[in-house]
């Protein structure tokens, strides 16, 4: 395995600094990145988005449907993409190397988690721009409760280190702790931590590997009837093999309508997942028979 980091460091040699400050972070990314590419070589996973995912993410979270609150959404959206333009940034698939930002299905469906849930402890791994980040915090300051914290390994380039979390800007700072290095260490123990969240998502490494790894951990903290966001999981087998070990949950897969066509995507429009955990056993159970 030491061969491993080697080949991470001879491809991005700005990392060496960073090995002598945390080996054990730059190896656990280095293993990550590697595995991850392997898993490219398995078969595409398919999925067929629910046209109503909406209203029954909303009938899920016992609110309205049409759902008032994604007017603000809609007022928000513009004025977050025209920041980032201002900043010299185009918004959508692959603006930040090779990572998109949040997509407009994703991020709505997240402000609207946030906003009807109401939530006081949020996790998320990923941040890039910080689309996603700024959608949270704007959610939560209108409630007038709750916290996000977010995971992320920030890029060895320096010009996209500058560009981390952008989006937010300083907004409800706080109401925002970012916490710099790799789920695979950084999760756990804020999970521990923090003893039960209400709101997970999950945008960072999109392998299969690491998509258990985040959702095994986040469900064990996760609330009765708190919700986990999984992005772009037509990348990997990760949501599936979740749900299929997982059936006391309720999940949906959705389509994440990008501001421009995602041509390496499904549809080119992308996908997410939404995975509800019931309130009690009894709900579950009255769920499944009436099917």
């Known amino acids: 395995m030491l061969g491993v980091p080697l080949r991470y460091l001879l491809k991005h040699p700005l990392a060496a600094r960073e090995l002598a400050a945390d080996p054990i972070d730059v190896f656990t990314r280095a ?42 959404f809609r007022e928000l959206w513009p004025r977050v993409m025209s920041e980032l333009q201002t900043r010299g940034i185009r918004p959508g698939p692959e603006s930040f190397a090779s990572w998109n930002d949040g997509d407009a299905g994703f991020v709505r ?26 959608f949270v915090l704007e959610a939560l300051q209108s409630n007038g409760r709750g916290s996000l914290w977010s995971i992320d390994v920030p890029p060895i380039e320096k010009s996209l280190r500058q ?27 804020l999970l521990s931590r923090l003893g039960q969240i209400d709101l997970f998502i999950h ?13 095994d951990r986040a469900w064990v903290a996760l609330k009765p009837g708190g919700v986990m966001v999984v992005d772009d999981i037509d990348a990997n087998w990760g949501f ?46 009255f769920e499944r028979i009436a099917g």
């Open 109 to 134: 469906a997240i402000w609207c988690v946030t906003r009807h849930l109401q939530p006081t402890r949020v996790v998320e791994t990923g941040v890039a721009h910080g689309v996603t980040s700024r």
């Open 31 to 72: 293993r990550d990145i590697y595995i991850a590419q392997r898993e490219l070589r398995g078969p595409e996973c398919r999925y067929e988005p629910a046209p109503d995912w909406e209203p029954r993410l909303h009938a899920y979270l016992g609110a309205t449907w049409p759902c008032p609150l994604i007017s603000e």
């Open 203 to 215: 945008d960072s490494l999109h392998s299969e590997r690491n998509v258990r790894f985040e959702l």
């Open 240 to 285: 599936k093999s979740f749900t299929d070990a997982f059936p006391d949950q309720r999940a949906m897969v959705c389509e994440a309508e990008p501001v421009r066509p995602d041509l390496r995507r499904f549809n080119h429009k992308g996908l997410f997942g939404i995975i509800v955990k019931p309130r009690t056993a009894a709900e579950h159970a």
């Open 163 to 189: 560009q981390v979390a952008v989006a937010v800007a300083g907004r409800c700072a706080d109401r925002w702790s970012y916490i710099k290095g790799s789920s695979r260490r950084q999760l756990p123990p």
